[in-house]
């Protein structure tokens, strides 16, 4: 069954404490993504990874970091959360070059 | 660079209507074209795609695309919608020679099929 399995699906965090957000794929596909989604501004990507410790900076990095150790596995970390990261957040994987994105269910982060 | 726009944020029809959604892309060269739908709470998934060929591609659930080369242009249409298309769409552009795999969404087009 292809999937792209997020947890949590639902997190709400103290400003400055550190958030994990765990993604898996069973897929073995080569390429996964960090998204978020804010109203008005549709999905900006936050970090891509290519495969194993292959990752680069999306649009809008800045505050998140990710851990790729497994090619089923990406993790998107927030250092010490703002209020301004409340958002939702989307994992998603293709195959190196696909043009069809498989994406997870999301989860929705609060920042309080 | 590569830019993607929807210029329609919401669209009412009734079931049983045809819709159709616009999206318009600015990129110097080769690219590959989406569509996405959104239901709800729950993640994106795919629809369709165009890279060459027949710029007519269908999809599932009765959607087809038509791409534009002279009008830089995705629009998603369906003949006959039904009350579980309410949704938001996502048009979504990766130029061939974007670095890696990017893929550019616009801010999507909600669509609310009234009974």
């Known amino acids: 069954d292809m999937k792209v399995t997020q947890m949590p699906r639902y997190l709400i965090k103290r400003m400055g404490e550190n958030v994990l957000l765990e993604c898996g794929q069973d897929m073995s596909h080569e390429t996964m993504y960090w998204y978020r989604q804010d109203p008005g501004l549709g999905l900006q990507l936050i970090y891509i990874?290519?495969?194993?410790?292959?990752?680069s900076e999306g649009d809008i990095p800045k505050g998140y970091r990710v851990s790729r150790k497994k090619r089923e596995h990406f993790s998107l970390i927030l250092d010490s959360a703002k209020t301004n990261q409340t958002s939702v957040y989307f994992c998603?994987?293709?195959?190196?070059?696909?043009?069809?994105?498989?994406f997870g269910k999301g989860t929705r982060l609060t920042v309080v | 660079t590569q830019t993607v726009s929807q210029s329609d944020a919401h669209v009412t029809v009734f079931e049983g209507d045809s819709v159709e959604l616009r999206c318009n892309y600015s990129y110097g060269g080769s690219i590959y074209l989406s569509w996405y739908i959104q239901h709800h709470g729950r993640g994106l998934q795919f629809l369709l795609k165009?890279?060459?060929?027949?710029?007519v591609v269908q999809g599932v659930n009765g959607f087809e695309a038509e791409f534009s080369k002279s009008d830089s242009s995705f629009h998603l249409r369906k003949a006959s919608v039904h009350w579980s298309d309410s949704a938001v769409y996502f048009c979504a552009v990766r130029g061939t020679n974007s670095a890696g795999n990017k893929l550019t969404f616009g801010i999507g087009t909600r669509v609310l099929v009234r009974p």
């Open positions: 165009y890279y060459s060929g027949n710029p």
């Open positions: 990874s290519y495969d194993v410790d292959s990752n």
């Open positions: 998603a994987s293709s195959l190196q070059g696909g043009t069809e994105v498989f």
